[in-house]
């Protein structure tokens, strides 16, 4: 929590600068694709818009095909450029945006509280994205509309379970109140740079090794020439006649 409070502080600090210095241009560090999915109606484009500009829109319409908005965030000291895709719910488009999932690095699973059909397609969403994104693609079921409580249809305990088997982080949220909306995506995007951070740490490991590995080779083939000489020097010295 406090390294998302520092994000979050760390941001607006950003923000403010920004506005005194129109004219400097940022520097992104990285650039995180995460998509939002889910049955239509859940709040998808709602839990984005309240991420990405603090709004939300009472009369919002059924997204068509795929949109997508940006929000620049500060995490581990580095500035990244989370590109949020909100795609459609409905099953005419579904073709479309399997597309979309291509290069995604994180993934929310959106399901409605107050309606059980919708948490119980997430298994089909999940093997959705599973099936056409990367395999370390960083995952997270986002259970909205937490204001309504006294409409419950799924109960927490039962998405947890669900979670835990499935490897998923978990939140609820309420678009409406912004209730962890926030939290929900500095997790998701905290460990997104973790993958990545790790990715390029093992790559940089890889590179070394394989520099090492390569600067022994050349020492062996230099100690061998070494030792051919000398046997050399010591045949012309044994058959010396004088």
Known sequence: MNQEMNGIEGERARENNDNNNVNVPERIDYVFKVV????????????????????FCFDSKSTIGVEFQTRTVTIGGKLIKAQIWDTAGQER??????????????????????KRQTFDHVARW????????????????????????????VRTEYAVEFAEEQGLFFSETSALSGENVESAFFKLLQHIHFVVSKKSLQSANNVINNAVTLKGSKIDVISGNDLESEITEIKKVSSCSC
């Not at 488009?93 to 509280?113: C, N, P």
């Not at 994205?129 to 006294?150: P, Q």
């Open 93 to 114: 488009y579904r073709a479309v945006t399997s597309a979309y999932y291509r290069g995604a690095l994180g993934a929310m699973v959106v399901y409605d509280i107050t």
């Open 126 to 153: 999940i093997e959705e994205l599973r099936a056409h994104a990367d395999t370390s693609i960083v995952i997270m079921l986002i259970g909205n509309k937490g204001d309504l409580v006294e409409k419950r249809a």
């Open 36 to 55: 939002v999915i889910g049955d239509s109606a859940v709040g998808k484009t709602q839990i984005l818009s309240r991420f990405a500009k603090n709004e």
